[in-house]
Structure formats: structure tokens, C-alpha cells
């Protein structure tokens, strides 16, 4: 139970930090039209 509780957690942790990347690389995409 427990170690199943970890792993849920660390692939929570894992996709929120790819959702964060994700979105910078995002924005950036957006923001780069509008600096020009």
C-alpha cells in the first residue's frame, strides 16, 4: 500500500513537472510572436 501510494506520488510529481516544462516552452512559443 504504501509503496504504491510512492509511486503514485513520484509519477504525480514527475507529470506535473513535465506539464510545468511543457508550459514554459508554450509561452514561450507565444511570447516570441509578440516581442517581434
Do not use: A, C, H
Not at 510512492?6 to 513535465?18: D, H, P, R, T
Amino acid at each position: 500500500m504504501l509503496t504504491k501510494k510512492n509511486q503514485y506520488y513520484k509519477f504525480l510529481v514527475i507529470k506535473s513537472e513535465g506539464i510545468v516544462k511543457f508550459g514554459r516552452l508554450t509561452s514561450m512559443n507565444w511570447d516570441f510572436p509578440k516581442n517581434q
